[in-house]
């Protein structure tokens, strides 16, 4: 085999592994329903103690590229203990912002 021929076939290796990685994470996007994410994360904030159920949660699109949804859970009346749970596209957990991440920031800007 010539060395023009092994680059060739090893180019062409390459591109059809890229092909089967592309095509596996589409299939895995197509088959993983909005319902099953905001059901997966509601049933994590349910798990976090008395008071919070999955009847709390609902969803918003994701404004930030690459997110999917942000899972937004709080309980009736108390929006400062509002968690949101942002996903990427494959249903994986972006970030979490919970009220000990907003207490945490700063009150006042500063100079």
């Not at 099953?36 to 509601?42: G, N």
């Not at 609902?58 to 949101?84: D, I, T």
């Amino acid at each position: 085999m010539t060395p023009a021929r092994a680059v060739a076939f090893g180019f062409a290796g390459l591109l059809a592994g890229a092909g089967a990685l592309g095509a596996g994470l589409g299939w895995r996007t197509a088959e993983l329903g909005e319902t099953q994410i905001i059901e997966h994360y509601a049933a994590l904030y349910a798990a976090r103690g008395p008071g919070a159920e999955r009847g709390h949660c609902h969803a918003e699109p994701g404004r930030a590229m690459l997110e999917r949804l942000v899972v937004v859970c709080a309980p009736p009346g108390r929006p400062e203990a509002r968690v949101a749970y942002h996903v990427a596209p494959w249903g994986q957990l972006w970030r979490v912002d919970t009220p000990a991440d907003r207490a945490a920031l700063p009150k006042e800007p500063r100079t």
